[in-house]
């Protein structure tokens, strides 16, 4: 059974940090690239940063709104990929989702997401 568990989330003051972390199972992570998507109410789900396996160079990607403020990383031992979030703003709240994509194939599997509020 696939699962894609994110953890991590919270209110935090504008200026904080926070780490999501995504732990799965299920299926063969290693050969997954992995993506974290944000929504926020009203709008629709957006990327927010990316990172391939190991057989396509483990190069991450970034959504403009949180180049320099965010770091995506992977730890394939664990099967978990991690979101530090850093210099966190109001316009960052949302729900945050982790995805699975396979490297070749059209597979991909969801986390149910975890709630990030930002607010004073």
């Known amino acids: 059974q696939v699962q894609l568990v994110e953890s991590g989330g919270g209110l935090v003051q504008p200026g904080g940090s926070l780490r999501l972390s995504c732990s799965t199972s299920?299926?063969?992570?290693?050969?997954?690239?992995m993506y974290w998507y944000r929504q926020a109410p009203g709008k629709e789900r957006e990327l927010v940063a990316l990172i391939n396996c190991p057989r396509t160079g483990g190069t991450t990607n970034y959504a403009d709104s949180v180049k320099g403020r965010f770091t995506i990383s992977r730890d394939n031992a664990q099967n978990t990929v991690y979101l530090q979030m850093n210099s966190l703003k109001p316009e960052d709240t949302a729900m945050y989702f982790c995805?699975?994509?396979?490297?070749?194939?059209?597979?991909?599997?969801w986390g149910q997401g975890t709630q990030v509020t930002v607010s004073s």
């Open positions: 995805n699975a994509k396979h490297w070749v194939f059209s597979t991909e599997y």
């Open positions: 299920g299926f063969t992570f290693s050969i997954y690239d």
